[in-house]
């Protein structure tokens, strides 16, 4: 069974950076997107971003657009997202997640993020 194996989450204080990375564990074909949900403190999951995996063009919420930046790495099957000027807003667990032709989506543990004010 293909997992998605999140890192980088952690504690960091409002202002600062975070670059949290998802790679898959075994090597996945017709690659449609890979993106990332987050779930902050009393809310449901919802959408931060995606890059479609043909074009390499990226969408995101307007809330993140401009802080938050994601890209990919077609090799490693990849994806990261660089977070910054984080906002204690932004606490909450981040989910990777993978949508490929003829499957469902297949989504990560998720990883904590914590912004002190």
């Known amino acids: 069974e293909v997992q998605l194996v999140e890192s980088g989450g952690g504690l960091v204080q409002a202002g600062g950076s975070l670059r949290l990375s998802c790679e898959t564990s075994e090597e996945i074909y017709n690659i449609l997107d890979m993106g990332w949900f987050r779930q902050t403190p009393g809310k449901e999951r919802d959408f931060a971003a995606r890059i479609w995996w043909s074009a390499g063009s990226a969408h995101y919420t307007d809330s993140l657009r401009g802080r938050f930046t994601i890209s990919r790495d077609a090799v490693k099957t990849a994806v990261y997202l660089q977070m910054d000027s984080l906002e204690p807003e932004d606490t909450g667990v981040y989910f990777c997640?993978?949508?490929?032709?003829?499957?469902?989506?297949?989504w990560g543990q998720g990883t904590q993020v914590t912004v002190s004010s």
């Open positions: 997640y993978l949508d490929a032709s003829g499957r469902g989506r297949i």
